[in-house]
């Protein structure tokens, strides 16, 4: 079996996020890039098939310039074989898919993160499928193979829904597919000389443009109000904030 | 008989008022099989739906059915695509957007460049209002194949008659601070005084006090009600994540310190099992 395995390459949840260039361009100062958390859990459940159907490769794919490399080499450092970098800036959902789908013929399994943490459009998954015409289910809790079938729990709205569909297929993933994996040691010694292959993007006909990013605006300062003065509370819901 | 009628299930009311129109026609699909809510088969018929009545906008409202289905329309009919779409588009020069990313943190304003457009709108976005249309139903009949059907839903479990905490207008949630699963019936109790949906901190769903799809926060789900009351969570960068965009946010918690108190509207300092119960008869008290 040959799993794909997409990978984002985005700030580290803690960040803060600043803008520069006339709010055009992220602050990357001072922030840690990690692989994408829900690309994380696809990662993870694709080590855990892997070990458990011998004969097995997991590539992983990362769109993104060359500063993405240390993130892609680790995912090779917790257990894939071999990586795909195509060298593009992922400027939006619908290239991302076409420089994905130009790569993940061939593979019966193409899993990815349910959303990037950074433009969390959540479609990437879903694109990949229209585009190569394979089923496409997000976000999977669960994912399990059974012969040429994939069984896979889909959370829906309060609840979650039990699909099945046949391989080849895209699936977004979220917890609780598998357990992060942590990269040992001699998993980052071997990663370093896994075989990392770098092509140039298709081209896409940019089908948006970013104008500008923008913060949230500021909080005001919280009213504090004392423990046995609920009701207090109650009217100010009421009256000032008027949520009630 | 459940009649699926796409445009109710996928177009909420709040888009009609959003788009500052009325649509003057409704178009219902209503074939049996289009019942399950299998995404591909959705998204062909609003393809062919788009084509035949020359949209050149589609509308939905963000959920784990609509989201794909807007994405495969768009790959379908060559449209820009924008999900977590916050506000009313801005036509004075082009066609921008405003998206919400980073999970809360920012906004991102985008133009859509394609003629054709498909916008998914953030959960809570806009308000729910009813204007009084007088649209015409018409069957609508597309020729579904077996490839619409390329996955099988099985079994679908949902809590009922709980309120759906990604639309939630009021939602209250508990972290660590609430010691554990058998203290959430005063929780419950509050949210159930308010017609609120329960949510919880990662800890508490990861620890399973309470099951995953209450868990709110960046690798959660993102709520943004108009009053959000935290008890006993302290407030973590990714938890802010899922509820900065609350309207209104109410922190209860013994710790001072509590980092969550800066990000918050109204605060009480003091002991949940304590405070809670209090709020709940003064509610029902003024109510």
Redesign the interface.
Known sequence: MKILVCISHVPDTTSRINFIDNNTRLDTNGVQFIIGPYDDYALARAIELKESNPGTTVTVLNVGPAETEPTIRKALAIGADDAIRINAEPTDSFFVASQIAEHAKGYDLILMGRESIDYNSGVVHAMVGDLLGLPSVSPVMKLDIEGTKVKMTREIEGGKEQVEASMPLVAGCQEPIAEWKIPNMRGIMSAKTKPLKVVEPISVTASIALSNFELPAPKGAVKMIPADAVADLVAKLKNEAKVL | MLRLLYWARLMRPRCNNWVNMVHQKVLHAADAKLEKGV??AY?SVITKAMADENAEILVLAN???A??V???V???T???????VTELPDTTAGF?V?????????????????TKKVIAIKKNAAEITEGGGNATVTPYQVALTD?DF??????????TG?V????AE?VVSGGRGMKGPEHWGILEELAKT?GAATGCSKPVSDMNWRP??EHVG??GIKVAP??YIAVGISGA??HL?GV?SS??I??INKDPEAPF???????????AF??VP??TA??K???
């Open positions: 995404i591909q998204a959920s784990s059915l989201t794909p807007a994405a495969k768009a790959v379908k060559g449209a820009s695509f924008a999900s977590n921008k405003k998206r919400s990313i980073y999970t809360g943190k920012a906004f991102c304003w985008q133009e859509l460049k394609n490839a390329n996955t099988t839903i099985l079994s679908t479990e949902k809590a709980d759906l905490l990604p639309e009021i308010l995953h799809h960046q690798t108009q009053l960068i990714q994540a900065n309207k209104c109410v922190v108190f800066k990000a918050a509207d109204y605060g009480i300092v003091g002991d304590d405070v209090k709020l003064a509610i008290a003024a109510l």
